[in-house]
């Protein structure tokens, strides 16, 4: 794979990973990725696995028994397919799929504890030979750890007078000879069949390919591949490339300012088949060019990364620079464009740009609306992007003044000018005007973008018309014709289901199904600011996104009815949001000043793209839209087209899910088979997963169980309990944005409990028959209980009932009609005896049952106050309820609300003199419960109070009496208050009964 690389990197083309985000140490020594795709870092404190997203680090302390020390000097992977682990404490091989370890200790004869275990190189060199250079030596190795040759350099009389670093790069020249890279710049020789370790002579043939006459000075050396090396002499500056196989061996030179920042611990890192890296002295690494055919070696750019300290250098499989320093570990972004802008020029007069506003693929063209006296709208070459053509709708210039495109179908575009609506076949080139066919004037039309299921709202402003056009029948249907005047200055439209949306000066709603039109909120509702101008709508599922004029971006939640600004924290950004959509992930892109910001409501998260990102500068564009046959998404601006990367820098790739591990309390399995079987006990566990990801964004992993819903993991990780016995499924599947999802299943066999053996059934059976006992005994009780509840229900009801039938409230409305009688007002008489006569039928009527509607129990309240004004004409009531509600479902008990109307009668407004005022009002709270509030204008509860009232007190006590009963007997959540409004600086009472709607 070819390297990212341009001539010169730059650090903010690389993500960085410390401490912080979970290494082990920021001082990384060595790097190397595994068969499965983790990338491997050896630090100054322990190994640690990558999987692109996080760190699982693995030290002597928390892991004793899965690496040999913590300072970790070189990683390799080897043919095996395992990892090499080389450490100041010894070495090992580690299997990353089963994460099981192989551990080598020399057993040390120096005078330096230890020292003979500071490996260097590990190399397989038979099938039954490991060979491993150290610190003080060379050693040959058995399969069984025991050892089969060893040369010890370093002995107790060379301290001070010796470096401790003796041999370290082990190099293939064959299957029977191998080269040992000892002190400075000398080579030995290990020859298999002789079991022999001898210095390289002159005349060997390759003393020419790796001797240096200055032994004094430092070489650095790499096995480029079989029988291919790079050799950097650091006093002279000789780059030697040798191919034995081929006997090609060519010395170049490197200049002063270059070999000299070389030293003992440079090293040479091979990028691809003709790249590699040296990370120099103090700071930064060069990049070489390697011709393999001629051997030929040069500089490749100025020093790269200059502000870093490196050690170790590698190119993933997607060609990325992967750079592990001091500081932690730099790897380098995904370098795509973010998006691409195409300059548009007429060919008639190429010094001038036309005002685009509008662009749309059909096939292999761009077609671009214009507002131009000389076309309508421009054919470019989508391949090329170069006008083709020119064209005119008509003669009439309002014709020519297109304001936006709507493909309708491939080949079918529609054009919204100032004259109408245009269809244009881009096949033929055919035009002809569409408006007797949409039944519209013949002025301009508010036309909303299409919908998924084909289908587009036209609004006539001249008449208040609203048409639906539907593709896929290509018919036309009217929706209404609105007598709401200021619905025609709604412009901007938006078909969501069957809900349409009109936005302007405030937001309106039309329900497609009951022909409802609805004001949401306007200009001053519900949202704490002023001025709402709404200039764009767009939706993705139940919230709707509002581009404002003064307030930015918008977004309405249509169920909660919440509303919240859309808006990038901590940046400022001036100027008015333009061009605002959602694409295909639900994530909303609008244009604001210079910037593409796009926020995913999945993860709350903001991206920005500005003019580093290619994204041009212009306060301008039409709405970004995407082609599902080309897999473009596209906008324009006034002269430009405009071309996004649909992954926003996200590799598409889809990558393999790699299940990690699964945790069963202090066991685990790593890396388990598709297929698995478990004990009866083991049907809760810990579920590790991954998708390998280095690239900017990671992907998120769901799961589902068998045949449930999918599930999001936490950050890959997955608790599952209580799984039964048999077999199950564990999907997975990869949703990261951009890139291709990608599934794979873990198959499940749980074996049967325990408990299905016959002595557990037998014990089952003797509890089960102990239960039963204990649960005839309860149950009798409840039965008991339940008796006793109903009695005392019953009696709180017929207390309800005398008190409702006051006798003094009898007397009275009797009297009152006698008057009236004898005052020859038979009229009167007869319907207050009506009235009366009604008002005793239902108090009959309800006294058979415990709940009524709420509708029966207002119609009963209009009767009561009716006959109670009789004896107060002064008070004035009034009986509000809110429309949605359905009042002739909702019950509640009977014999509450008329109580609390009497009390504020009796007890409250018949003691004051001015206007005695009444308010009964019935509405649905945001909790789902719905309160029934009677509130008077009377000397208040407090007062009342202390008056001594006992009949006020007595109707209350009986009321919470009963709703008490009935809460227990129903396991209902029936509440009553009473509210001194004195706190409210105002007077009276307000009793406020509260249930809930499903109740």
């Not at 050896?42 to 760190?55: A, C, E, M, P, Y």
């Not at 191998?178 to 020789?189: D, G, K, M, P």
């Not at 100032?418 to 269809?423: A, I, T």
């Not at 500005?610 to 306060?619: A, C, I, L, Q, S």
Request: glycine content about 6%; some cysteine.
């Amino acid at each position: 794979m070819m390297p990212r690389a341009q001539c010169q990197y730059d650090l903010a083309e690389f993500r960085h990973f410390s401490l912080e985000d979970g290494l082990s140490d920021n001082f990384i020594t060595t790097m190397a990725f595994d068969s499965l795709g983790y990338l491997w870092i050896g630090t100054g404190h322990g190994l640690n696995r990558f999987d692109g997203d996080k760190f699982e680090a693995y030290t002597t302390f928390y892991h004793p028994d899965l690496v040999p020390g913590d300072y970790i000097t070189r990683l390799e992977l080897n043919e095996d397919q395992k990892l090499e682990v080389m450490t100041r404490n010894g070495c090992g091989l580690l299997n990353p799929k089963t994460m099981t370890p192989t551990f080598v200790h020399l057993h040390d004869t120096t005078a330096l504890v230890d020292a003979k275990n500071i490996v260097y190189s590990l190399r397989r060199i038979s099938e039954q030979l490991i060979a491993v250079t150290t610190a003080t030596g060379f050693y040959v190795l058995n399969a069984d750890q025991s050892l089969h040759f060893q040369y010890t350099d370093f002995v107790p009389d060379d301290v001070g007078k010796k470096r401790l670093v003796f041999a370290q790069d082990i190099l293939k020249v064959s299957d029977d000879r191998w080269l040992i890279s000892v002190r400075n710049s000398e080579y030995y020789q290990y020859t298999l069949s002789e079991n022999s370790f001898k210095p390289l002579r002159d005349n060997d043939p390759l003393y020419p390919i790796f001797h240096f006459e200055d032994k004094d000075n430092w070489t650095i050396i790499n096995e480029w591949a079989e029988e291919r090396f790079i050799h950097v002499n650091c006093l002279n500056g000789e780059i030697k490339y040798a191919d034995l196989s081929k006997g090609i061996m060519h010395v170049s030179h490197l200049p002063d300012s270059i070999y000299k920042d070389f030293y003992w611990d440079s090293y040479i890192y091979p990028l691809d088949d003709s790249h590699f890296a040296i990370n120099c002295r103090d700071e930064g690494f060069f990049i070489f060019n390697l011709d393999t055919i001629s051997g030929v070696i040069a500089i490749k750019g100025e020093r790269q990364l200059s502000e870093l300290r490196v050690f170790s250098i590698l190119n993933d499989a997607a060609g990325r620079l992967v750079i592990g320093t001091t500081a932690g570990l730099y790897y380098q972004k995904n370098t795509k464009s973010f998006a691409r802008a195409y300059e548009v020029k007429t060919p008639t007069d190429p010094l001038t740009n036309p005002f685009i506003t509008d662009v749309v693929i059909s096939g292999e063209k761009l077609i671009t609306s214009t507002i131009s006296p000389d076309h309508a709208f421009l054919i470019l070459d989508r391949k090329t992007m170069k006008v083709k053509k020119q064209i005119r709708i008509s003669e009439n210039q309002k014709d020519n003044e297109v304001l936006a495109l709507r493909k309708i179908r491939e080949k079918e575009i529609w054009c919204l000018t100032n004259g109408g609506v245009f269809l244009f076949n881009s096949e033929n080139g055919q035009i002809r005007k569409l408006n007797s066919k949409l039944g519209l004037s013949s002025g301009f039309i508010t036309v909303s973008e299409m919908d998924t299921l084909g289908r587009l709202i036209l609004s006539d402003p001249s008449t208040g018309k609203v048409s639906m056009y539907d593709s896929r029948l290509d018919s036309v249907s009217e929706i209404f014709l609105s007598a709401d005047e200021s619905i025609r200055a709604m412009r901007k439209i938006l078909i969501q289901g069957d809900v349409i949306w009109f936005g302007g000066k405030g937001l309106m709603k039309y329900n497609i199904q009951n022909h409802q039109l609805t004001r949401v909120f306007d200009q001053k509702d519900g949202l704490n600011i002023n001025d709402l101008n709404i200039l764009r709508l767009a939706s993705n599922g139940d919230v709707l996104y509002m581009m404002t004029l003064n307030h930015g971006v918008i977004a309405y939640h249509t169920i909660d009815h919440k509303v919240s600004k859309i808006q990038p924290p901590d940046v400022v950004l001036p100027g008015i949001p333009a061009a605002m959509s959602v694409d295909i992930f639900g994530r909303l892109w609008y244009w604001l000043r210079g910037h593409m910001v796009i926020y995913d409501p999945a993860t709350t998260k903001y991206n920005l793209y500005g003019r580093e990102n290619n994204v041009p500068y212009d306060p301008s564009i039409s709405p970004t839209r995407f082609d599902s046959v080309t897999g473009m998404r596209y906008a324009s601006t006034y002269n430009q087209i405009i071309f996004f990367d649909q992954g926003i820098d996200v590799d598409k790739t889809a990558k393999k899910i790699i299940i990690t591990r699964l945790d069963f309390g202090e066991s685990t399995i790593h890396f388990p088979s598709n297929h698995l079987s478990l004990s009866s006990n083991q049907g809760a566990f810990k579920l590790v997963c991954t998708q390998l990801d280095y690239g900017n964004e990671y992907s998120d992993i769901e799961y589902k169980i068998d045949d449930s819903d999918w599930y999001p993991s936490q950050s890959g990780v997955i608790n599952i309990f209580g799984l039964k016995p048999g077999s199950h499924v564990i999907n997975l599947r990869s949703l990261g944005a951009g890139i291709a999802e990608t599934q794979t299943q873990l198959f499940l066999s749980i074996a049967q409990p325990f408990y299905r053996s016959w002595w557990f059934i037998a014990l089952a059976a003797v509890v089960l028959t102990f239960v039963l006992i204990l649960w005839y005994f309860k149950h009798t009780s409840h039965i008991r209980n339940t008796s006793s509840l109903n009695l005392r229900i019953a009696e709180a009801e017929m207390q309800a009932l005398h008190t409702q039938m006051n006798p003094h409230f009898l007397f009275n409305c009797l009297n009152s009609v006698k008057s009236l009688m004898l005052q020859s007002k038979t009229k009167e008489a007869s319907h207050y005896l009506s009235v009366f006569s009604s008002l005793i039928r239902s108090n009959l009527d309800h006294s058979r049952t415990s709940f009524v509607s709420l509708h029966d129990q207002l119609i009963y309240l209009e009767k009561y106050l009716e006959m109670e004004k009789i004896r107060f004409p002064d008070i004035q009531y009034q009986i509000e309820c809110e429309p949605n509600l359905n009042l002739m479902q909702i019950e509640i008990p009977a014999r509450v609300l008329q109580p609390l109307v009497e009390n504020a009668i009796w007890h409250g407004l018949q003691h004051i003199n001015e206007e005695k005022q009444l308010r009964i009002r019935i509405q649905s709270n945001v909790d789902g419960t719905i309160s029934c509030d009677v509130e008077d204008n009377g000397i208040g509860i407090n007062n009342s109070i202390a008056s001594k009232s006992d009949g006020a007190s007595l109707a209350l006590s009986n009321i919470r009496k009963r709703l008490a009963l009935l809460n227990d007997k129903y396991h209902q959540q029936y509440k009553l208050e009473l509210i001194d409004k004195s706190h409210m600086k105002s007077r009276g009472t307000l009793a406020r009964f509260t249930f809930h709607a499903d109740d």
